[in-house]
């Protein structure tokens, strides 16, 4: 996980509070942080990042990962209220300052939990264009006598259960499908 935070201080506390749950790489810098990013490619998960930096914003190295082949879920963590400039922002969370490490494992657990539904998602879209399809080509006894369609049938129910499982702990304003 990426934090960057300018402000040595609060930089430093949200390292300290977060560490002994996350590998968590530290930066003050937009020129550091595109180096983790660089440095980490799919090894990154989460990014938190401040908007307002002294040199580049936390803005720009937002529109960088999202540049980058990688799969990491964003947020902003920043004193910067919410305003229209957001629409078009491509971030997973957005956190107005003053935040704890608490409040920020609760923001990265939900990160985590929304990467963990888009892969069960794509899983199941796969397995239903599957199911789509051999129930279009083959007849019916042919379907009901095969175990393969049968074990993939469970396979549906199942990611279909454990989708519905993180709809319930999330609200559904916050699930991209």
């Known amino acids: 996980m990426l934090v960057l935070e300018d402000e040595t201080e609060l930089l430093e506390a949200y390292v ?20 983790h990013v660089d440095g980490l490619g799919d090894d990154l998960d989460v990014a938190l990042l401040d908007r307002r ?18 799969d ?8 910067v209220d919410p305003s229209l400039d957001i629409i078009d922002m491509g971030f997973d969370d957005y956190v107005v300052k003053p935040v704890t490490p608490s409040d920020l494992r609760a923001v990265i657990d939900r990160l985590l939990t929304l990467e963990a539904y888009d892969e069960i998602y ?37 990611l279909e259960a454990q989708l519905e499982s993180i709809e319930s702990e999330i609200d559904d304003e916050a699930l991209p499908h």
């Open 122 to 158: 794509q899983t199941l879209s796969e397995k239903r264009v599957k199911r789509s399809v051999l129930s279009a080509e083959l007849s019916r006894t042919e379907l009901e006598r095969s175990e393969e369609f049968a074990a993939l049938q469970s396979e549906i129910a199942d």
């Open 72 to 79: 990491c879920r964003t947020a902003m963590v920043t004193a």
């Open 16 to 35: 300290n509070g977060l560490e002994d749950e996350y590998d968590v790489y530290a930066a003050e810098t937009a020129a550091t942080a595109t180096d």
């Open 53 to 70: 930096l002294p040199e580049r914003s936390g803005d720009d190295v937002l529109r960088y990962i999202q540049s980058a082949p990688i």
